[in-house]
């Protein structure tokens, strides 16, 4: 009686377990790399924000300081 033998074409195909875990692991960094641009975009608006304020700060005193020269007559 022959015996046949059936060739391994390759490995296994993952289990749906693992298919599950793949999937969730992906989406998991995926909602880590959403929340670190998310971080990051406010943070970038907060310095933008105090850029703006202090600009607007430093323009008030230099308005402020030329006002009381014209004031002064000096």
Known sequence: ??????????????SKTALEAAAAAQ???????QQERTRIAKQNRKDQLA???KEGLESAQKDGVAAQHEEGGT
Do not use: C, D, Y
């Open 51 to 53: 850029s703006f304020l």
């Open 27 to 33: 989406r998991s960094l995926e909602r880590k790399a």
């Open 1 to 14: 009686i022959p015996v046949t033998i059936s060739p391994v074409v390759g490995p296994r195909p993952p």
